[in-house]
C-alpha cells in the first residue's frame, strides 16, 4: 500500500500496506475510511456486506488488521497475466467437469487463518463443494457472495504494491487456512516467475520444475507459463498444459 497524503487527524498508514480501525486515510490519492468498529474478521466482513465498503480497490482482513491497496491493476503485468490463467483452468475444469472456478472479486474467509479478502482466483473440485471444508455464504439480497472454508487453489498475481502481501503474509494464511495449492505468479519484469506452492507439514513446497514445467497435484497435469512480445512489443502470455 501507498499512502501518497494523509488528512491532519489521526488518520493511520503502516508501510506494510496495514492500516487502523477508525482511520480516515488516502491510499493512491483515494480516501478510505476504516469505521471504529471493524477490529476483527466478522466485523469486517459486516463492513464488506455494508454500503460504506469501498466500491474499487482492494482491501482484506489480513493476520489481525485491514490491508487496502487502492491502486490500478496495470494491463499487461496483472491483468492480461490473470486473465490467461484463468481462461485456460476455466476451459479445463469446465470441460473435465472438475467443479468451479472464479476469478478475482468472490470473497474468501477462513476464521482459523484470520483471513477474509478477495483473491485473484479460487477453485473449488466438485469433492470439496460436496464437502464441509467450505461453506458458501448468501448475500442479503440473495445469491452467493462469499465462500468460507479452504478452496483447492488460489491464484495471485503480484503488484508493486502487494509484493509483501503475496510473497509472505498469504504465503502463511493460505497454508493456515488448509488451501492445497498456492499458485503465485510476478509479471512485473522481463523475467516472468510463476510458482506452484503445495501443502506440506509445516509450510508450502514449491512444486519442482522440471524444464520449465510445473506439476499440479490439485488438477493432475502439469503447466507452464510463458511469455512473448506481440507485435506491438506488449507481454504476451500463454499457459501451456499437458
Given at each position: 500500500?501507498?499512502?501518497?497524503k ?8 503502516l ?6 480501525s ?20 466478522d ?16 482491501v ?25 490463467i ?31 479478502g ?12 460436496a464437502?464441509d ?20 487453489m ?56 522440471k ?24 507481454p ?6 499437458r
Amino acid at each position: 500500500m501507498k499512502t501518497a497524503k494523509q488528512p491532519a487527524n489521526k488518520s493511520t498508514a503502516l508501510a506494510n500496506g496495514h492500516v487502523t480501525s477508525g482511520s480516515q486515510v488516502f491510499v493512491n490519492d483515494v480516501h478510505i475510511h476504516i469505521p471504529g468498529w471493524v477490529v476483527n474478521i466478522d466485523s469486517f466482513r459486516r463492513w464488506v456486506a455494508s454500503e460504506d465498503f469501498p466500491k474499487t480497490g482492494n482491501v482484506w482482513w489480513l493476520s489481525g488488521g485491514v490491508w487496502a491497496d487502492m491502486s490500478k491493476e496495470q494491463a499487461f503485468s496483472h491483468l492480461d497475466v490473470k486473465g490467461t490463467i484463468f481462461a485456460v483452468l476455466y476451459s479445463l475444469v469446465k470441460q473435465d467437469k472438475l467443479g468451479r472456478i472464479f476469478t478475482g472479486g468472490f470473497l474468501l474467509t477462513n476464521h482459523g487463518a484470520d483471513l477474509s479478502g478477495t483473491p485473484d482466483g479460487l477453485y473449488l473440485s466438485r469433492e470439496t463443494m460436496a464437502s464441509d471444508r467450505i461453506r458458501p455464504i448468501t448475500g442479503a439480497d440473495g445469491g452467493v457472495i462469499e465462500v468460507q472454508g479452504s478452496p483447492d487453489m488460489v491464484l495471485e498475481v503480484v503488484s508493486d504494491s502487494s509484493v509483501k502481501k503475496d510473497h509472505v503474509t498469504l504465503l502463511e494464511a493460505y497454508w493456515a487456512a488448509g488451501i492445497a495449492e498456492y499458485w503465485l505468479v510476478d509479471a512485473r519484469s522481463d523475467t516472468l516467475r510463476f510458482e506452484i506452492f503445495q501443502h506440506g507439514p509445516k509450510t508450502y513446497k514449491r512444486s519442482p520444475k522440471k524444464h520449465g514445467w510445473m506439476t499440479s497435484k490439485v488438477f493432475g497435469k502439469s503447466f507452464q507459463l510463458i511469455v512473448e512480445k506481440d507485435a506491438s512489443g506488449y507481454p504476451e502470455y500463454s499457459l501451456e498444459v499437458r
